[in-house]
């Protein structure tokens, strides 16, 4: 497998979402945000996808697709979005075929105990091509930092 670096090709994808398949298909020829978080419903990861959604008219207007992925399943997702009112859409990855693809199912540790979960990762990717990455990200300000190098490209 090719090491996931900038400028490398992104890997082909397909996860379940809630209006159906979300591929990296349906992405040819336009720009995507592709991020992945550990897990709904907690505090970073829904301040998060908040984030994303509250900038999603301006990723739109810029011509980018947003899409926010874990290994939650699609019955989370949809509570999880119920809730917070969030619109950027959620692909669900529960073998994490594709978070391993994009290599962010790392290793972690936690109060000294080692165990493999989500890195927090963003991948900015135009015409199937990964412009920029974002590894271990902070949440704070992160949306506005991908929303800029969006549409500088």
């Known amino acids: 497998?090719?090491?996931?670096?900038?400028?490398?090709?992104?890997p082909e994808f397909e996860m379940e979402g809630a209006d159906g398949p979300i591929r990296s298909a349906d992405f040819k020829g336009k720009t995507l945000v592709l991020y992945f978080y550990p897990k709904d419903d907690t505090p970073g990861c829904t301040n998060e996808n908040k984030d994303f959604s509250?900038?999603?008219p301006a990723f739109a207007k810029a011509g980018v697709a947003v899409v926010g992925?874990?290994?939650?399943?699609?019955k989370r997702h949809a509570s999880?979005?119920?809730k917070y009112g969030l619109t950027v859409p959620l692909g669900s990855d529960p073998e994490g075929k594709t978070i391993e693809a994009f290599e962010s199912w790392v290793q972690k540790s936690l109060y000294g105990r080692e165990y493999m979960g989500i890195d927090r990762s963003t991948f900015l990717i135009r015409d199937g091509v990964i412009k920029r990455i974002w590894r271990k990200v902070k949440v704070a300000g992160h949306a506005q930092t991908v929303l800029d190098a969006a549409t500088t490209l």
């Open 54 to 56: 509250a900038l999603a």
């Open 80 to 82: 999880f979005t119920a």
């Open 69 to 74: 992925a874990s290994k939650d399943s699609l």
């Open 1 to 10: 497998m090719a090491k996931i670096t900038e400028g490398a090709k992104a």
